[in-house]
């Protein structure tokens, strides 16, 4: 495959995963601003009414676990993970609309309350990475000569941590259960006779 270079942005959402009093403040700011900002985000993935109402039970639930009541935290935790689902995919959303217009990424993360993390141009990446269904996606290698196996990782949030996943007799595997709306980068790596290879470059791509 060809090398070409290509800038990356990544639109960086910083919402913390607890306290859940940290996680109502950041979310309910990213929803006020992209309110605010609407001629900017004219089509969001649900309507910022919802997020707000999601928001507003999550309070409400958490408000209701310092009675100590048996099945509190339970309710609260799912309205968690509720709150947490709509802001990932406002987040994507906002990554759709800063790749469109590479030029203003900066101003439009910054109007959806997040920021930019603008990585320097790099070559392209041998990998391939085709959407299967919804949360599925198949990533395809350059086949090596001597290749034992493959090993595959992926990672939610720019390479600062990786899921390893199941590795493979040849040069593609399938991986399924990734969230939509969230850009996931992909690596590879050969196992010949003498070791593993070096971690290709990554390629990132925004599941469906």
């Given at each position: 495959?060809?090398?070409?270079?290509?800038?990356?942005?990544?639109?960086?959402l910083?919402?913390?995963?607890?306290?859940?009093?940290?996680?109502?403040?950041?979310?309910?700011?990213?929803v006020n601003a992209?309110?605010?900002?609407?001629?900017?985000?004219?089509?969001?993935?649900?309507?910022?009414?919802?997020?707000?109402?999601?928001?507003?039970?999550?309070?409400?639930?958490?408000?209701?676990t310092?009675?100590?009541?048996?099945?509190?935290v339970?309710?609260?935790d799912?309205?968690?993970?509720?709150?947490?689902?709509?802001?990932?995919?406002l987040h994507?959303?906002?990554?759709q609309?800063?790749?469109?217009?590479?030029a203003?990424?900066?101003?439009i993360?910054?109007?959806?309350g997040?920021?930019?993390?603008?990585?320097?141009a790099r070559?392209k990446?041998?990998?391939?990475v085709?959407q299967?269904?919804?949360g599925?996606?198949?990533?395809v290698?350059?086949d090596?000569?001597g290749?034992?196996?493959?090993?595959?990782?992926?990672?939610?949030?720019g390479?600062?941590?990786?899921?390893?996943?199941?590795?493979?007799?040849?040069?593609?595997?399938?991986?399924?259960?990734?969230?939509?709306?969230?850009?996931?980068?992909?690596?590879q790596?050969?196992?010949?006779?003498?070791?593993?290879?070096d971690?290709?470059?990554?390629?990132?791509?925004?599941v469906?």
């Amino acid at each position: 495959m060809s090398k070409t270079t290509l800038p990356i942005i990544y639109v960086v959402l910083g919402l913390p995963t607890k306290p859940v009093s940290a996680v109502i403040t950041r979310s309910t700011a990213i929803v006020n601003a992209m309110t605010a900002a609407g001629k900017m985000f004219p089509s969001p993935p649900l309507p910022y009414s919802t997020v707000t109402s999601d928001i507003s039970a999550l309070g409400s639930a958490e408000a209701d676990t310092k009675t100590r009541t048996a099945g509190t935290v339970t309710i609260r935790d799912g309205k968690l993970a509720i709150v947490v689902a709509d802001v990932h995919q406002l987040h994507g959303y906002v990554q759709q609309v800063a790749n469109a217009s590479p030029a203003q990424a900066a101003e439009i993360a910054e109007a959806a309350g997040m920021s930019l993390r603008k990585v320097a141009a790099r070559h392209k990446s041998d990998l391939a990475v085709k959407q299967v269904v919804s949360g599925t996606v198949k990533v395809v290698a350059k086949d090596v000569q001597g290749s034992c196996s493959h090993e595959w990782q992926y990672s939610t949030d720019g390479g600062k941590t990786w899921v390893t996943t199941p590795p493979t007799a040849q040069a593609s595997t399938t991986i399924p259960g990734l969230q939509s709306g969230v850009l996931t980068t992909f690596r590879q790596r050969v196992i010949t006779r003498v070791g593993p290879s070096d971690w290709s470059q990554p390629i990132s791509v925004l599941v469906s």
